[in-house]
């Protein structure tokens, strides 16, 4: 009995979390990245903060677009705007993501910076997830001192 009720359960979840990457949903999302949580070359540690908004142009994948900011001890501190897509491979929350950004820091220099995530999408309820990510964001400004690799905890929702 227990069996069945837990398989049930399994399956609504898997029929509502379907339905959130479907064509036309759309999302907002926000993120951190806090110290010690991403690295690069010329800092060990950094605070930063994105926001990202996107729209699903076919069931799986989404196109987005975000803000950000980032604050570095060493590093001066950076805004940056970019786009990118969302590939969700499976209806469980599993995706790869690619995107590129253009990175302005304080000290009156520019980065283009191309990047890759995978990530998942916890939901909470039937549109609100907590998205914990790995990413990797390559300089083309100088790769030892700006790429960064580094771990992300958002929180999203599908509308």
């Not at 989404?62 to 990118?84: E, F, R």
């Not at 790869?96 to 304080?106: E, M, P, Q």
């Not at 990047?115 to 400004?141: A, C, H, M, R």
Request: hydrophobic share 35%; charged share 15%; net charge neutral.
């Amino acid at each position: 009995m227990k069996r069945s009720i837990v398989s049930l359960i399994l399956l609504l979840v898997a029929i509502t979390v379907s339905a959130q990457f479907e064509k036309g949903t759309k999302y907002i999302g926000s993120s951190l990245s806090g110290a010690s949580l991403s690295y690069n070359g010329s800092e060990k540690g950094s605070f930063g903060i994105q926001a990202k908004a996107g729209y699903f142009l076919q069931d799986d994948w989404m196109v987005t677009a975000q803000l950000s900011y980032d604050k570095k001890n060493d590093v001066p501190a950076s805004y940056s705007i970019g786009g990118g897509v969302r590939y969700y491979i499976v209806q469980n929350g599993l995706y790869l993501g690619a995107g590129v950004s253009i990175k302005h820091y304080t000290t009156d220099f520019n980065d283009f910076m191309p990047g890759i995530q995978i990530g998942y999408s916890f939901f909470l309820n039937k549109s609100v997830t907590v998205e914990p990510e790995l990413f990797y964001d390559q300089s083309f400004k100088n790769h030892g001192d700006y790429s960064t690799f580094g771990v992300r905890v958002g929180l999203g929702v599908y509308l």
